[in-house]
């Protein structure tokens, strides 16, 4: 089962640029999120789902916008790249039963704006 | 808010020994505890999870955590522990209703020979 597959894995932006970060899952879930993970920061939050059609914001929205138009795809849109931006993204979805919040990451896609 | 505490950024400890990764969380009537753990260059796997019953949790990798309402703590143990272990854990919460997880800052632990 390929599970979350996140691309690109690695990816180098110049200030006011823009981009893309794509998140698929094979799994049928309905919850999906993005979190951005910095040194001592942990993970936090940017953007979920909780099923096609709907979006809501986490933690640190600001810079990002996101869609989901089907069960698979959550893609992570940068509109014009910030330094404050670099970091490593992950992607995670869960399964719609039960509540637990349990997630299965991708392996995440690191990003440098210069 | 929501929030988890991890006390130990970094837990230095030679091969074979016991160890403790320390989690506390801000307090609600109920709630979903998990450790994930990342291997470098990785994302984050499940290492175990509380989600109700019995207190003390087993996961993987021969790894357990004691859920504490009184004291909100969930900390990790491992009683003896492999170079191989060398990986970051991170604590998580959920809170009944919301999916959405809260996660701590990390603790880096780093297995000496």
């Known amino acids: 089962n390929a599970g979350v597959t996140q691309t690109p894995k690695f990816q180098v932006l110049k200030t006011g640029q823009s981009m893309t970060l794509q998140c698929a899952q094979d799994?049928?879930?309905?919850?999906m999120s993005w979190y951005r993970q910095d040194p001592g920061m942990g993970l936090r939050l940017i953007h979920y789902s909780v099923g096609a059609g709907i979006t809501d914001q986490g933690e640190v929205p600001n810079g990002y916008n996101v869609s989901r138009s089907t069960t698979e795809d959550f893609p992570l849109r940068l509109l014009s790249a910030a330094p404050s931006q670099t970091s490593v993204y992950f992607c995670?979805?869960?399964?719609?039963?039960?509540?637990?919040?349990?997630?299965?990451f991708g392996e995440g896609s690191r990003l440098t704006v210069l | 808010a929501q929030s988890v505490t991890q006390l130990d950024s970094q837990v230095p400890v030679f091969e074979e020994a016991p160890v403790e990764l320390r989690c506390n969380y801000s307090?609600?009537?109920?709630?979903?505890l998990f450790w994930y753990v990342q291997y470098p260059n990785q994302g984050l796997q499940l290492l175990l999870k509380y989600l109700s019953g019995s207190t003390l949790v087993k996961g993987i990798n021969g790894f357990e955590a004691e859920f504490n309402k009184s004291q909100t703590s969930f900390h990790l143990r491992k009683p003896s522990v492999h170079i191989s272990d060398t990986a970051e854990y991170f604590c998580a919460v959920s809170y009944t209703g919301r999916r959405a997880l809260t996660f701590g800052s990390g603790t880096r632990l780093q297995v000496q020979p």
């Open positions: 995670a979805s869960s399964s719609g039963t039960g509540d637990t919040g349990e997630l299965f």
């Open positions: 307090s609600s009537v109920s709630v979903y």
């Open positions: 799994m049928n879930h309905e919850y």
